[in-house]
């Protein structure tokens, strides 16, 4: 049954997230955290953490990590499978149909309209994981606001946007920055 429900779960996430792996956080989320409560947003939080570092796509990366916690190496599987099996299929039918029809602009039409929706997913995303990161994963009280955490994102944007440095150095960067004031001020 658990495997039925992480094929089932994760089909979802790979045939309607559309604009590639961060567009499919929020629908992880709605899946992992909302719908069966395999895990708790904190919980979540660290795994799209984990699977934006680790190499190849956030969802399937995603899929994997859920599918092995919840159901061991055969969830991982089943869940990694049922993630990917849409867009081998989606991308193997639009293949044929670019190819064919490329140069008409009613195609052209139909992906320029499909971009806003993309940035809204991703934004939608971005939004959620912040206000875990800035509130602890609580509601909105002074004693729950992160201080640490929200001033470690502003410096991570500021270095990001105005020096476009590595992202990958910047997040080692703000995990070491982390580890550091958490061991200096005795905070975990």
């Known amino acids: 049954m658990i495997y039925w429900q992480l094929f089932l779960s994760f089909i979802q996430v790979g045939l309607f997230s559309i604009g590639g792996g961060y567009a499919a956080i929020p629908l992880i989320q709605s ?5 069966h409560s395999w895990m708790t947003m904190s919980e979540f939080t660290d795994l799209v953490t984990v699977a934006e570092m680790t190499p190849g796509p956030i969802a399937v990366n995603s899929a994997t990590f859920v599918g092995i916690r ?6 991982a599987i089943i869940a990694t499978f049922g993630c990917i099996l849409p867009s081998c299929i989606i991308v193997s039918l639009l293949s044929y ?3 064919r029809y490329k140069n008409v602009s009613a195609l052209q ?4 309209s499909l971009r806003p929706a993309v940035v809204a997913l991703i934004a939608s995303a971005g939004l959620s994981m912040f206000l875990v990161a800035a509130l ?4 909105l009280t002074p004693a729950s606001i992160n201080a640490i955490g929200i001033l470690i994102f502003v410096a991570a944007f ?3 946007r105005k020096y476009k440095k590595n992202p990958i150095l910047v997040m080692i960067g703000c995990g070491v920055v982390r580890l550091i004031i958490g061991m200096v001020a005795g905070i975990t």
């Open 70 to 75: 919840i159901a061991g190496l055969a969830g």
């Open 31 to 35: 899946q992992v955290v909302t719908s």
């Open 136 to 139: 602890n994963g609580e509601s």
């Open 97 to 99: 149909i670019y190819t």
């Open 109 to 112: 039409s139909v992906l320029a």
């Open 158 to 160: 500021f270095i990001l």
